[in-house]
């Protein structure tokens, strides 16, 4: 059973909405029916109203007394970030609206925010030709209807009845095709023909076991890229080329958009990020803006380019590093030290060392902790440079993997979404300790939850060693859902990594993700019903049940 979103102006075609909704239902699928009407009351009940649904998303109904245009763009905007976060929460499988020209702008604007290949279902008697134009690079699949759908009567019902069965074949198609999928894929952004560089990169995936799928940085290349990011079936990003970026800062016809990026940072992909191409810019040929008279330009193919200069550079730098910050995965940027494409390795054209150098600056100046950054004395398009990209992808992706596996060890985390395991794993600090330190004595109040991911640790009480705990064990969990103290101390045996997971950052991600508070009542609930007072043996006796002790336990 999917979940449909069906959403519309209720205010206006409230029983052709319902129709739709429950065409849906009796196909077998769940419906969310949103309402984004802006005038009176909705005709029918919805799933959420407008006011819900623009609190959400940080708005009040006040909002939409803006005028018409103003508070159509605000609805399609906040019905768009609703739906894309219900889809990243794994709560959306497909969406379906109807309307005239005002309806049906509101529904491009919300479907434009969700990633391409979520399938999408619009019903209007607009011409294709607007649709098209409005809904961008998005698959919208459209069902044209030869009448303004007022109502209902008997030419539209059979209409709004093939539309539902359309959406409904698609989703369950999705599934069938999806499952039948063998390989984790990779997407990879490149520039220019990079012969040596990607195609080495791409055979390096292959050869790990990764499907790899290519977009050239022309056109939209970078925007459809980020589109499937979003999509949720990709393992990894192998983002080699920004020259988008470059055009999109300095205002070149190839601009990227300023959500370049997000649905890698958002969805927490591990992600690999290299400047290639940042230092060319884009322009039609014969259209080389005035200010750029008297540039490095140079003809090449359909475009002219122009060589970035020390100042727009530093701009990029600094766009960038804002990008990356906002990464919640693992994330690495690579930086090409001879240059940032062929076009700017010694010797050629634009060959400028004091613009690369004002874009490494403010680059890494501004990049938070945890962003990795590796230099390599190489151009971007060289085969040494992708070679290590290659790898620290691959490390990304399986530190991912490994961080998920040790955080599913705590209970209320077994059933979470990867995108908050991924935001968990972020906020988690790493901490190492040398053999004989201690991470809790004994009655000390307890604040985190504590994972070992390396070494091993003993449970001391009235200083007796009462159990050994080993890799992948949990410590700390029921102490901290129920506010006890330590009943044993916790010391190394040996050097130790942990994951230490502190409650202020349990609570930000219970906050971010309401769909942990179940698990966590649930968890707490049941380590009240073994603690001590409640009846059950004392502590050296539950130790393992009082630690909280995931599998990899030496008791």
Same mark, same amino acid.
């Given at each position: 059973?999917? #979940?449909?979103?069906?959403?519309?102006?209720?205010? #206006?075609?409230?029983?052709?909405?319902?129709?739709?909704?429950?065409?849906?239902?009796?196909?077998?699928?769940?419906?969310?029916?949103?309402?984004?009407?802006?005038?009176? %009351?909705?005709?029918?009940?919805?799933?959420?109203?407008?006011?819900?649904?623009?609190?959400?998303?940080?708005?009040?109904?006040?909002?939409?007394? #803006?005028?018409?245009?103003?508070?159509?763009?605000?609805?399609?905007?906040?019905?768009?970030?609703?739906?894309?976060?219900?889809?990243?929460?794994?709560?959306?499988?497909?969406?379906?609206?109807?309307?005239?020209?005002?309806?049906?702008?509101?529904?491009?604007?919300?479907?434009?925010?969700?990633?391409?290949?979520? %399938?999408?279902?619009?019903?209007?008697?607009?011409?294709?030709?607007?649709?098209?134009?409005?809904?961008?690079?998005?698959?919208?699949?459209?069902?044209?209807?030869?009448?303004?759908?007022?109502?209902?009567?008997?030419?539209?019902?059979?209409?709004?009845?093939?539309?539902?069965?359309?959406?409904?074949?698609?989703?369950?198609?999705? /599934?069938?095709?999806?499952?039948?999928?063998?390989?984790?894929?990779?997407?990879?952004?490149?520039?220019?023909?990079?012969?040596?560089?990607?195609?080495?990169?791409?055979?390096? /995936?292959?050869?790990?076991?990764?499907?790899?799928?290519?977009?050239?940085?022309?056109?939209?290349?970078?925007?459809?890229?980020?589109?499937?990011?979003?999509?949720?079936?990709?393992?990894?990003?192998?983002?080699?080329?920004?020259?988008? /970026?470059?055009?999109?800062?300095?205002?070149?016809?190839?601009?990227?958009?300023?959500?370049?990026?997000?649905?890698?940072?958002?969805?927490?992909?591990?992600?690999?990020? @290299?400047?290639?191409?940042?230092?060319?810019?884009?322009?039609?040929?014969?259209?080389?803006?005035?200010?750029?008279?008297?540039?490095? /330009?140079?003809?090449?193919?359909?475009?002219?380019?122009?060589?970035?200069?020390?100042?727009?550079?530093?701009?990029?730098?600094?766009?960038?590093?804002?990008?990356?910050?906002?990464?919640?995965?693992?994330?690495?940027?690579?930086?090409?030290?001879?240059?940032?494409?062929?076009?700017?390795?010694?010797?050629?054209?634009?060959?400028?060392?004091?613009?690369?150098?004002?874009?490494?600056?403010?680059?890494?100046?501004?990049?938070?902790?945890?962003?990795?950054?590796?230099?390599?004395?190489?151009?971007?398009?060289?085969?040494?440079?992708?070679?290590?990209?290659?790898?620290?992808?691959?490390?990304?992706?399986?530190?991912?993997?490994?961080?998920?596996?040790?955080?599913?060890?705590?209970?209320?985390?077994?059933?979470?979404?990867?995108?908050?395991?991924?935001?968990? @794993?972020?906020?988690?600090?790493?901490?190492?300790?040398?053999?004989?330190?201690?991470?809790?004595?004994?009655?000390?109040?307890?604040?985190?939850?504590?994972?070992?991911?390396?070494?091993?640790?003993?449970?001391?009480?009235?200083?007796?060693?009462?159990?050994?705990?080993?890799?992948? @064990?949990?410590?700390?969990?029921?102490?901290?859902?129920?506010?006890? #103290?330590?009943?044993?101390?916790?010391?190394?045996?040996?050097?130790?990594?942990?994951?230490?997971?502190?409650?202020?950052?349990?609570?930000?991600?219970?906050?971010?993700?309401?769909?942990?508070?179940?698990?966590?009542?649930?968890?707490?609930?049941?380590?009240?019903?073994?603690?001590?007072?409640?009846?059950? %043996?004392?502590?050296?006796?539950?130790?393992?049940?009082?630690?909280?002790?995931?599998?990899?336990?030496?008791?």
């Amino acid at each position: 059973m999917a #979940t449909i979103a069906v959403f519309g102006t209720l205010d #206006t075609k409230g029983d052709v909405l319902r129709f739709l909704a429950e065409s849906v239902r009796a196909l077998g699928h769940r419906v969310l029916l949103l309402d984004v009407g802006m005038l009176g %009351p909705p005709q029918v009940e919805p799933s959420l109203t407008r006011r819900e649904l623009l609190e959400r998303t940080g708005l009040e109904e006040s909002a939409l007394a #803006t005028g018409r245009d103003q508070a159509a763009a605000l609805m399609g905007r906040s019905a768009g970030i609703l739906l894309a976060r219900m889809f990243l929460e794994g709560n959306l499988d497909a969406v379906l609206s109807v309307g005239g020209r005002c309806g049906a702008a509101i529904a491009l604007a919300a479907m434009r925010a969700l990633p391409l290949g979520l %399938p999408s279902v619009l019903v209007t008697h607009v011409s294709p030709e607007w649709v098209e134009a409005e809904a961008g690079l998005k698959d919208v699949l459209l069902v044209p209807s030869p009448v303004e759908i007022e109502g209902l009567n008997r030419l539209v019902r059979p209409i709004l009845a093939r539309a539902a069965g359309m959406l409904c074949g698609v989703v369950a198609f999705g /599934l069938r095709t999806s499952l039948a999928s063998d390989l984790p894929v990779v997407v990879a952004s490149r520039f220019g023909p990079s012969e040596l560089g990607f195609e080495r990169a791409s055979r390096l /995936l292959q050869e790990a076991g990764y499907e790899v799928i290519e977009f050239t940085q022309k056109g939209a290349g970078g925007k459809v890229m980020d589109s499937v990011v979003a999509g949720g079936a990709v393992s990894g990003v192998l983002d080699l080329s920004l020259t988008d /970026l470059a055009d999109e800062v300095v205002g070149g016809v190839l601009g990227c958009g300023s959500r370049r990026m997000e649905a890698a940072a958002k969805r927490a992909v591990p992600s690999l990020v @290299a400047p290639g191409g940042v230092d060319t810019v884009h322009f039609n040929m014969d259209a080389v803006p005035p200010e750029f008279w008297g540039r490095t /330009l140079l003809e090449s193919g359909e475009f002219i380019l122009m060589r970035t200069s020390p100042e727009e550079c530093r701009r990029i730098g600094l766009v960038l590093a804002e990008k990356l910050n906002r990464f919640v995965g693992p994330v690495t940027v690579c930086l090409p030290l001879r240059g940032l494409s062929a076009l700017g390795s010694p010797g050629q054209p634009f060959h400028d060392p004091p613009a690369d150098f004002a874009f490494f600056e403010a680059l890494q100046k501004n990049l938070r902790d945890g962003v990795q950054v590796l230099k390599v004395h190489t151009t971007s398009e060289e085969a040494p440079f992708a070679e290590l990209c290659v790898q620290a992808l691959l490390q990304n992706i399986g530190r991912r993997e490994r961080e998920q596996r040790l955080l599913r060890q705590i209970s209320f985390f077994r059933g979470a979404s990867d995108l908050s395991l991924s935001e968990a @794993a972020r906020l988690a600090e790493a901490r190492t300790f040398a053999p004989g330190e201690h991470l809790y004595k004994q009655g000390a109040a307890v604040d985190a939850v504590c994972i070992l991911s390396a070494g091993a640790l003993e449970l001391v009480e009235d200083g007796q060693r009462v159990g050994k705990l080993g890799k992948g @064990a949990v410590w700390g969990e029921a102490q901290f859902l129920t506010g006890e #103290t330590a009943p044993f101390g916790i010391r190394t045996l040996e050097h130790c990594e942990v994951l230490w997971l502190r409650r202020s950052l349990v609570d930000q991600l219970r906050r971010r993700y309401p769909a942990l508070e179940r698990p966590m009542d649930v968890a707490r609930e049941s380590a009240l019903s073994l603690s001590p007072g409640a009846g059950q %043996p004392g502590a050296s006796q539950q130790a393992g049940l009082q630690a909280g002790l995931g599998s990899g336990s030496g008791l």
